[in-house]
């Protein structure tokens, strides 16, 4: 009995030793591996992707504090990153699912919240508060189902700068300004294939 439990115990120890030194190896592997490959932190795409999210942030501030101008200007730089980034994209084909996340974001900051903030502090209006509401959960929406389908559909996110700061321009009674947030909103999500 004592020579069995001793054999037990040196193929218990010879086994943990194996699974020990395969895990090393592995780690080592691993380590090696990665070691002797540059790891690239941020490609030029997810770059400009942060540019539109820090000035889409920036034009929330500016929205806050109630300087307009600035506000404006930092959506529509937005914008102008948002297209670069776009451009970019469609010629070097290199998405990552990090850089599609964060693209994601930045958009939601950038073209939904910034534009909103934006139009409610100019107008100080409790009845506009419902329409951008619905136009913050249908941009959100569009960015969810478009990361879980990898399918665009409806209006562009983007379009809301441009058009958002004509509606500030444009000083349109507020039944023109609702009709106009809610439409877009729908726009978002309708089954128009780009």
Known sequence: MAK????RKNETA??????KNSQESRIAHNIKKHSSTPQKIISLTDFITFLTLGTGFLSVLF?????????LAFLLFAFVCDFLDGK?????????????????LASIVAFAVAPALLLFKAFQNS???FPLVVFMLAAALKWGKELATKE????????SAPLFALLYFLHLSMFWNVLVVLAFSYLLLARLKR
């Open 88 to 104: 970019i994209l469609s010629i070097f084909h290199q998405e990552s699912f990090f850089g599609s996340a964060l693209r994601a």
């Open 127 to 129: 009845w506009f508060l």
């Open 152 to 159: 665009s559909r409806g209006l562009p996110l983007w379009l």
């Open 63 to 71: 929205s806050a504090e109630k300087i307009f101008n600035y506000a």
């Open 4 to 7: 069995q439990e001793n054999k």
């Open 14 to 19: 010879s086994i943990t030793t194996r699974m």
